[in-house]
């Protein structure tokens, strides 16, 4: 498996907004910059549903936080400035991409996209995680963090620098790959509204975002 993040010096990879079926040209430069194959981009909508690519390009623009396929042609994609985007691969070549943010960390789409690889005959499943925000810059309102964590467990309390109450997201993709019998195996330490080279919504508003891009 080969897994990029990308950040600011490579360029805005969005395509504004959930009801967007099209990238521009300027958009898809920069994409195939990155990598010169069509990418199975998706329009995220913090679910937990998955797309089984099943070929190049197949899928592009469809509803879904998660992407999975054992297409040796087929790119998968994340857009992030914050969420958390996560690789996964496993021994019988089988991919996938998903996009974390805390409504589905809650609602299970790194589980989903977990099962849906097992489904296409994936056994053992690795997993890295890329920039995204962390504990210190991820201020969280008490209930939404109880939810968080009566769903994933204790790790996820974190707290911002001035000691409030905070989601740490890398903690809770943890702890869903955990309770999806997948292992973790690396992870970015980079904040994404900490480190000036990504896109931060959080932070600074940005309406750029960043890619994760997934092949073999």
């Known amino acids: 498996m080969h897994a990029r993040w990308t950040g600011r010096d490579e ?6 907004g959930r009801h967007v079926t099209e990238v521009d040209a300027a958009v898809e430069s920069r994409r195939r910059a990155v990598l010169d194959r069509p990418w199975t981009w998706l329009r995220q909508v913090h679910g937990t549903g998955v797309v089984v690519v099943e070929g190049p390009g197949a899928g592009a623009g469809q509803v879904a936080d998660a ?28 991919l996938g991409a998903v996009h ?11 589980e989903a996209a977990v099962a849906a690889m097992r489904r296409l005959g994936a056994s053992e499943v690795v997993a890295a995680l890329g920039p995204c925000l962390h504990a210190e810059c991820c201020a969280f309102s008490p209930e939404d963090l109880d939810s968080v964590a009566t769903r ?7 707290r911002t620098r001035e000691g409030g109450a905070a989601l740490d997201i890398p903690a809770a993709v943890a702890a869903a790959l955990e309770g999806a019998q997948a292992r973790l195996v690396a992870a970015s330490a980079q904040c ?13 508003g940005d309406l750029e975002r960043q890619a994760l891009v997934v092949w073999r």
Do not use: K
């Open 11 to 16: 360029g805005d990879m969005g395509h504004r």
């Open 67 to 94: 992407s999975v396929s054992t297409s040796p042609g087929a790119a998968l994609a994340i857009l992030t400035a914050d969420c958390a985007p996560v690789a996964l691969a496993s021994p019988e070549g089988v």
């Open 100 to 110: 974390a943010g805390w409504r589905g960390l809650r609602a299970g789409v790194v």
């Open 152 to 158: 994933l467990g204790p790790s996820v309390r974190g």
């Open 192 to 204: 994404t509204a900490c480190g000036p080279g990504y896109f931060s919504h959080r932070a600074r």
